[in-house]
């Protein structure tokens, strides 16, 4: 016991030290203190405020293309005195390191996957949960909604707030040797899933087990039958290739997790109230942007998936009886997490005003 104490203090120490090298190499490059106006009150188009965002899509992805978007109307609306610096492709680490240094003020703005920010706030649990939207009609209608922005920038003292949201579609099944019709087609099965509490109680819900592991090892362990299958949305097929080996995508739709692009509560209150709007409008200008690059994304994923890979998409899914299967976590979740009953009820509120 003693020595995995010592380990962890390692560790932490190591930690640390990344991080404060990782504070200088930031400074360095004019992304943190120095070379930055504190405020946006004392920042000028000579001398700006520096906002880091760390994120880890490649540069062709159309996240980082609504990011580079969102970093020309931020320098547009403040007249340059507010600079947005982007890191992608995970120069800065992983998304949840991402969060740690957002946390320690070593970067003002990340790019993460919702539920991720559940470990911040219990209520971003509900990103990962199974058929909470109907359609994408319904998503948009939701996540665009006042009730949805009331939420996003409730979590000051959680350490951040959510600027905006941006698609990254809808999850379904996709497998090697049958198609997922109802959720008894997934008994014996193996299927990927991400390290995420949610989905492994989702796929135990479904009869189907969770196997947790990176998305780059994916493709291989199709190829060899450590899995029998995955989950995604569409483009996987295409960009990781997984359409080479499995060549039945199930559109069940049970989930549709959006990323959140996230600031320090820290640096939000530096912005004088007009650049605060300033920022606000741009992020939202650039996931209306995303929503385009997105559509367009997943119509070539499926076109390509079809001709080019052989890929069969199944429409005929009994959604009706997935829903049946996971209502009962659903309910677990909300028991269990506060903020995850009280988002749950902002959104059904949206659907009765609509």
């Not at 922005?149 to 809808?170: H, I, P, V």
């Not at 994304?297 to 899914?317: C, L, N, S």
Request: overall charge negative; proline content about 3%.
């Amino acid at each position: 016991m003693k020595e995995d104490r010592g380990m962890k203090k390692r560790l932490t120490a190591l930690t640390l030290a990344l991080l404060l090298g990782l504070s200088v190499l930031l400074t360095a490059c004019g992304g943190s203190a120095k070379g930055s106006a504190a405020s946006s009150a004392t920042a000028s188009k000579e001398h700006p405020m520096i906002l880091t965002l760390a994120h880890n899509q490649a540069e062709n992805h159309p996240v980082h293309k609504a990011l580079v978007r969102f970093a020309d109307q931020v320098n547009e609306r403040t007249d340059g005195r507010i600079v947005v610096k982007i890191y992608p492709n995970g120069q800065l680490g992983s998304e949840n390191e991402n969060l740690e240094q957002l946390q320690a003020g070593v970067v003002a703005m990340a790019k993460v996957s919702a539920p991720n920010l559940a470990t911040y706030n219990d209520g971003y649990n509900t990103f990962g949960l199974p058929y909470i939207f109907n359609d994408q009609a319904d998503y948009y209608r939701v996540m665009d909604s006042q009730q949805m922005d009331d939420f996003f920038m409730s979590s000051a003292d959680d350490g951040f707030l959510t600027m905006t949201y941006y698609d990254s579609g809808s999850r379904s099944f996709y497998t090697k040797g049958k198609a997922i019709r109802t959720p008894s087609d997934l008994d014996g099965l193996k299927i990927r899933v991400q390290d995420m509490a949610v989905q492994t109680d989702m796929m135990k819900a479904l009869g189907g087990t969770p196997v947790t592991m990176s998305y780059g090892d994916v493709y291989t362990s199709l190829q060899t039958g450590i899995i029998d299958g995955s989950e995604n949305n569409v483009t996987a097929l295409t960009t990781g290739k997984h359409g080479e080996v499995a060549k039945y995508y199930s559109v069940d739709e049970h989930e549709m997790i959006p990323d959140a692009l996230v600031m320090s509560s820290k640096v939000w209150s530096t912005l004088s109230a007009e650049d605060q709007a300033a920022v606000k409008a741009a992020a939202k200008a650039s996931t209306e942007y995303q929503k385009e690059l997105w559509a367009e994304a997943t119509e070539k994923a499926v076109e390509q998936a079809r001709q080019e890979m052989g890929v069969t998409f199944v429409y005929d899914v009994d959604k009706a009886a997935f829903q049946a299967a996971t209502a009962p976590m659903i309910q677990t979740y909300e028991d269990k997490y506060p903020g995850v009953k009280r988002l749950m009820q902002s959104i059904e509120q949206v659907r009765e005003a609509n």
